[in-house]
């Protein structure tokens, strides 16, 4: 085969009058990222791959079940129990050896998402949860990189084209543009347990594949600024048009320090059930990481806590503090009975969206009584 | 007055309708206000609101034979 020319492969393509070998260089010059080898990914993964798509990386920490063969078409039954990047790249590098396929067998996080994505033209969402797709929208808005969207849930699919500036309009929207917060995590349904049509995420996947080659090629129009609902049992496609959120309701994190500290599993877990936390929840995260607390009461207010290391900031001069906090680590501020902790914390998102800061529930009294009990109790736990 | 309301995903799932006519609302405030008063389960999902194929943010009027699209986010891949 080493004797063919490297254009014979694509000659479908590039015999195309709007594509031609301009547009397969473009390809092979491009490094594409696809987070998720499940089943966006896999389809994503399997036509760039035959459209020529020259470096694609693929990131999942996850290994292969038997459930996830009905719209995973990369995996066979002999590969269950392996680890999807890896087999990915295994198959796809079978099939176009020319093609570079860098395998990162991690869960993406704030850590080393920006070091994995610059290597990266471009970036196809297809994980399967919320805190990895905030996560993807931020990085890719830090590190400008155009990110094709999708998403599936039973019969209905979702696709956009975020980060990548409209040539006729000049306007650039993100996912949070759309949903600025991510849903409760008691009101969503996953496709475990929901289900989705396998063949499905193997349309949207697909076109997703179709959008990233038509932002590197510049052939048509990408969809950006925009989002598509498809509904595979009606056949309807219905698209809307996104326009960028005021910068006042932007909570996404707008430097890289603030993107490294910034927890999107509690983003979108029980921080966003409510600003409180329980004692139960704060003494756990206390022994997880260190966190800032404050106590926001005012100078000579009893009880005197000893049991935790705080800092005292009064209500009084909390307003004009509030602006020197440093707000890297998570804030627990707390008052006599949780009440005005809860304004506190409401006065420091307003000014600060994205730091991290709750109200402990029920304040002091709460948590005296908490140490109180857990002092009596301990003892016999322990025996 | 009617104003034509197109369901997606978990919103069609409380509504058990992928498109509704409702009529004699000012406002897409109204038009929320009505649909969680008739269909309760709706406070408690998340869901972004299109008029006319357009996202909004705010509260925006609505004209006599308009479609709001209401879209909830969903994660699955």
């Not at chain 1, 927890?263 to 979108?268: N, T």
Request: charged residues 20%; negative net charge; proline residues 5%.
């Amino acid at each position: 085969m080493e004797s063919t020319n490297k254009y014979q492969r694509y000659h479908r393509q590039t015999v195309l009058k709007k594509f031609g070998t301009a547009a397969q260089d473009k390809l092979f010059q491009a490094k594409v990222l696809v987070v998720g080898a499940g089943g966006l990914g896999c389809p994503a993964l399997q036509y760039l791959a035959a459209a020529g798509v020259g470096t694609i990386g693929i990131i999942d920490f996850d290994v292969i079940e038997l459930t996830n063969l009905q719209r995973q078409t990369l995996f066979n039954i002999e590969d269950i129990g392996k680890p999807k990047a890896e087999i990915a790249a295994r198959k796809l590098n079978s099939f176009n050896p020319d093609i570079q396929f860098p395998v990162y067998n991690v869960k993406l996080e704030p850590k080393n998402a920006l070091e994995i994505i610059e290597n990266y033209d471009l970036v196809i969402d297809g994980s399967d949860n919320f805190p990895t797709r905030y996560l993807v929208n931020d990085a890719c808005l830090l590190l400008n990189k155009p990110l094709v969207y999708g998403t599936v849930l039973r019969f209905e699919g979702q696709l956009g084209v975020f980060n990548l500036t409209d040539i006729e309009t000049g306007s650039l929207t993100n996912y949070r543009d759309i949903f600025p917060k991510p849903p409760l995590p008691s009101s969503v349904l996953s496709c475990d347990q929901a289900g989705v049509l396998g063949v499905l995420p193997g349309i949207i996947g697909t076109m997703q594949a179709a959008e990233a080659i038509k932002i590197i090629t510049g052939i048509g129009k990408p969809l950006c600024n925009k989002i598509v609902s498809y509904n595979l049992l009606s056949n309807l496609f219905y698209e809307f048009s996104i326009s960028a959120a005021k910068e006042i309701n932007a909570t996404f994190p707008k430097t890289k320090s603030e993107f490294l500290n910034f927890d999107y599993e509690w983003f979108c877990g029980a921080a966003q059930e409510s600003n409180e936390i329980t004692i139960d929840e704060f003494d756990a995260l206390r022994k997880k990481e260190t966190i800032t607390i404050i106590d926001i009461r005012e100078k000579g207010e009893l009880p005197v806590l000893d049991e935790v290391s705080f800092t005292q900031i009064p209500w009084s001069r909390f307003e004009e503090a509030v602006s020197t906090f440093s707000k890297k680590n998570k804030m627990v501020i707390f008052c006599q009975s949780g009440i005005l902790s809860l304004t506190a914390v409401k006065l420091l998102l307003e000014k600060f969206p994205t730091c991290q800061a709750y109200s402990l529930k029920g304040g002091v009294e709460a948590l005296k009584k908490y140490h109180h009990k857990s002092s009596q109790t301990s003892p016999i736990n322990s025996g | 007055m009617e104003i034509n309301v197109l369901t997606f995903g978990q919103v069609t799932d409380i509504t058990a309708e992928t498109s509704l006519k409702i009529p004699d609302v000012k406002n897409t405030d109204e038009l929320i206000q009505l649909l969680e008063k008739t269909y309760p389960a709706l406070k408690s999902i998340q869901y972004s609101i299109a008029v006319n194929r357009k996202m909004i943010q705010e509260n925006t009027m609505l004209q006599n034979e308009d479609t709001v699209a209401i879209l909830p986010p969903f994660s699955g891949g």
